[in-house]
């Protein structure tokens, strides 16, 4: 261990070794079911980090770091029914974290063809044979959220657990302006430019799907609404290495933030 090799002779190093860790145990870690970009974002406007860190690009370095080492939300879905559909599909590409596929299938052959599809590793797809061992499973592995059509399964894991049919039946949009795609787009150019270093894996993949005219779901446009709020800050037009511009350009920019806002009106979804 690191702290046996302090030399204790020479008090000012422990004294300084002792304060960096203090300090570090101070930093925002990961909540509980908090999505990494609200992560970042709590990460980027803390007073401490923002003292430590005054520079956007360092501080983004270090909290993109903290994201790294203390992991990502765990979410997880039945097959049958839910992730074997393409509405499935489309939900699990659009969510942010560690997504498993766990079922009461008797073996995972089944399930092996889309787990690739989805870049889902096979270390990650579970064949419990039962209902009662999927529940045990999915608190074993400490999923945050479980998306499954089986009422009994959802009643059981209480908050955890996600009634997916209320999804099946769920509008989804792409009438966002040009001007929203081709940020995305640009901002998939900056980042090529930096090496890919900036945004998390959601926000290459939502980059993805804007700058294709893709359709999103209403649950998207809140999470882009409610990041493009928040992170307007650290946009910079002048500073197109700054992972703060980049990012933001990802998720649309000051386009997609006007259009989130606009359709979440439209449909009685924003409180303001």
Avoid at 65 to 91: C, N, Q, R, W
Wanted: with cysteine.
């Amino acid at each position: 261990m690191l702290i046996n090799k302090l030399n204790f002779k020479e008090p000012h190093i422990c004294g300084a070794f002792f304060l960096t860790l203090k300090k570090q145990n101070k930093m925002p870690r990961p909540r509980p079911r908090e999505t990494n970009e609200e992560f970042l974002q709590r990460c980027m406007g803390d007073s401490q980090m923002i003292g430590e860190f005054p520079e956007n690009e360092q501080r983004y370095a270090v909290c993109q770091s903290k994201l790294e080492m203390y992991g990502a939300v765990k979410i997880s879905f039945d097959y049958d029914g839910t992730l074997s559909t393409e509405k499935g599909k489309e939900l699990a590409k659009s969510l942010e974290g560690d997504i498993y596929i766990i079922s009461a299938r008797q073996n995972r052959s089944g399930m092996l063809r889309t787990a690739r599809q989805l870049n889902i590793p096979i270390s990650r797809v579970y064949a419990t044979g039962s209902n009662k061992a999927k529940i045990e499973k999915i608190k074993e592995l400490g999923i945050s959220k479980h998306y499954d059509n089986n009422h009994d399964v959802i009643k059981q894991l209480e908050n955890v657990g996600i009634y997916f049919t209320n999804y099946l039946n769920a509008e989804s949009y792409n009438d966002y302006p040009e001007s929203v795609s081709n940020n995305a787009k640009r901002g998939i150019e900056l980042n090529d430019k930096v090496n890919n270093k900036c945004a998390t894996n959601i926000g290459k993949i939502r980059a993805q799907q804007l700058s294709q005219k893709a359709k999103i779901s209403i649950d998207v446009i809140q999470r882009m609404y409610s990041y493009l709020s928040r992170a307007e800050v650290y946009y910079d037009e002048n500073n197109t290495e700054a992972c703060g511009t980049i990012s933001y350009l990802l998720w649309g920019g000051k386009a997609g933030l006007n259009w989130s806002r606009k359709k979440l009106r439209e449909l009685g979804l924003l409180n303001e």
